[in-house]
């Protein structure tokens, strides 16, 4: 599945989210129930040469839930020194091909250590069912970055637009 960017809001857009989304690994999944009811969730999560975001989650978590009867999700990357965020507004869907899955789903097993203790993700830990991988494939992604100096203030977003007439 590859995305088509529409436009973006500089030259150097693709360039700065990119970099942003590569050295971070968890954000927060805002889902809904087909009502509207909220829910937020912190995932592990790897970019995607085309910006798709894959992450994985059990079948018994409200956001798997969530998924199957709304496709419709946000997410948001937070980096606190940077003063940056990131949110991506777009759809997800299940990845079926089980070698793809298996490989989100390893991501996950990697990267936790790596990054926090004990070694194993949190969502090991939830007695939830199987898991089960997706991918978010973006609409909108904006970055905000609060932090740019006083001559770059009037601007501090970095924006793509993705078509959904360009998923292959």
């Known amino acids: 599945m590859t995305l088509?960017?529409?436009?973006?809001?500089?030259?150097?857009?693709?360039d700065f989210i990119a970099s942003f989304l590569n050295t971070h690994a968890s954000g927060?999944?805002?889902?809904?129930?087909?009502?509207?009811?909220?829910?937020?969730?912190?995932?592990?999560?790897?970019?995607?040469a085309d910006f798709g975001l894959t992450f994985a989650t059990k079948v018994e978590t409200q956001k798997y839930k969530d998924i199957l009867e709304n496709d419709q999700v946000s997410f948001v990357?937070?980096?606190e020194q940077a003063q940056t965020a990131v949110q991506v507004m777009g759809h997800v869907s299940t990845i079926t091909d089980p070698k793809v899955s298996l490989e989100v789903i390893d991501h996950m097993y990697?990267?936790?250590?790596?990054?926090?203790?004990?070694?194993?993700?949190?969502?090991?830990?939830l007695v939830a069912g199987?898991?089960?991988?997706?991918?978010?494939?973006?609409?909108?992604?904006?970055?905000?970055?609060?932090?740019?100096?006083?001559?770059?203030?009037?601007?501090?977003y970095e924006t793509m637009l993705f078509s959904n007439k360009g998923i292959l």
């Open 4 to 14: 088509k960017i529409e436009s973006t809001s500089s030259s150097e857009s693709a």
């Open 28 to 48: 927060v999944l805002g889902t809904s129930t087909i009502d509207g009811e909220p829910h937020g969730a912190v995932v592990y999560f790897s970019l995607q």
């Open 77 to 79: 990357v937070y980096d």
């Open 110 to 125: 990697i990267t936790s250590p790596k990054l926090s203790l004990p070694n194993l993700p949190p969502a090991d830990r």
């Open 130 to 156: 199987r898991y089960v991988a997706f991918r978010l494939d973006p609409m909108v992604i904006k970055m905000a970055i609060y932090s740019r100096s006083d001559e770059e203030r009037d601007d501090i």
